[in-house]
């Protein structure tokens, strides 16, 4: 995975699991020929020029074709009847309003093309105009025929790690309390409502990955760099407990807006935390209730126990932590990116409609995408100090 914002490397697609994008977009295997090609000889005058007898107009490159039957696998396994083709359409109107599209008029094709032809048209205006659309699917169930919406948001093998080492310090600076007041009820807001992780609870991902770093510190022997991991590891620890109290105040999510207000832009980085500070509010404000795993599911289809235990969850790649600089730091996401090279599949925001006629999620993205743009935006003003 990679640091959001400023600093990227490492952590690939797992192999031992083809059948999932698990966190960058899998690779179509190659299949081996059955015999080798014995190829053709070279011929050495080359190719023998062809032209036509006469200028040919270009006119057709300004023509639109109809697209191939890429959908017919999926609409030949549907009866053919005049119910399906119904229900197709029904569910298809449904689709285009609730997403405000002017479908394509198919019906005057034949079946299945008429059906697939709509699918290719829908699948092209909504790649256009929904954000994070990901996926429309045609499915038979008991009988009915309708189509389903896919909506995921990509977080592109990022880890999400909000550093709070950097934080306590720049409460420390005269200079910059308003600053540190100011981000200090962003957290909060993290934290007690949008309830990202922090690495000192000990059901934490990154409890577990610190705790285990600290075991081989101390089975190793003692080398140059020891005395320093270990400074780096009691920080961690001294600093993340104060700091964890100190987030976790509700006072700071009561003068929030107050913090904000008061807040002089004097240089860039008071325009960063002013600009930071705005959207968190304006997100607490028009969401106050959701969180980050609202919507969080695998970026798979789970059938069973073992799929849903081969997710990496969101807590593993969005939490708080100590901090981005050091030699544990780096320690720490190599240990990261090692374990999360186990797992086959990924939990990302995720939203499924289904267009068959019952009442449709208005449910969408908007506040993941906001989100996740704030935590990127915090971790590398963080990660600066």
Known sequence: ????????????????????????????????????????????????????????????????????????????????????????????????????IQPMQTQIYAYPYNMALALWNMEEQLKSKVKDWEEIKLVQQNKKTFLTSEERYNTGATLYYIPVVPLYRLLKQKKRKQNAKLLLSVCSYLYCIVNIPYYRQEDNFLYYQYEMLKEWLNDEEDNEETPVYKCEFDQAEWIGDRMEKKIFNPANLTYFKERLNRLQCKDILDLDCWKLGQEA???????????????????????????????????????????????????????????????????????????????????????ENRLFTLLEGLIGLLNNF
Request: hydrophobic share 30%; charged share 25%.
């Open 281 to 367: 509010l304006a997100l607490l404000e028009q969401y106050p209730n959701e969180n980050v795993f609202r919507n969080a599911r695998p970026n798979e289809e789970a059938e069973d126990v073992d799929d849903f235990e081969n997710s990496v969850t969101m807590d593993y790649y969005v939490s708080f932590y100590a901090e981005g600089n050091g030699g544990l730091n780096q320690q720490l996401i190599q240990s990261v990116n090692n374990a999360l090279q186990e797992y086959g599949q990924i939990e990302e925001p995720f939203i499924l409609k289904c267009f068959d006629g019952s009442d449709i999620s208005e449910n969408n993205l908007d506040f």
């Open 1 to 100: 995975m990679t640091y959001a914002t400023t600093h990227h490397g490492g952590y690939d697609t797992p192999a031992q699991r083809a059948k999932t994008k698990a966190i960058a977009s899998s690779v179509k295997r190659v299949r081996k020929l059955d015999a080798t090609d014995k190829g053709c000889k070279r011929n050495p005058k080359g190719q023998t020029a062809v032209r036509t007898d006469s200028h040919v107009a270009d006119g057709f490159l300004r023509n639109s074709f109809l697209p191939k039957l890429a959908e017919m696998e999926t609409v030949q396994a549907c009866k053919k009847t005049v119910k399906t083709e119904r229900d197709f359409y029904q569910s298809l109107s449904i689709v285009a309003e609730h997403y405000q």
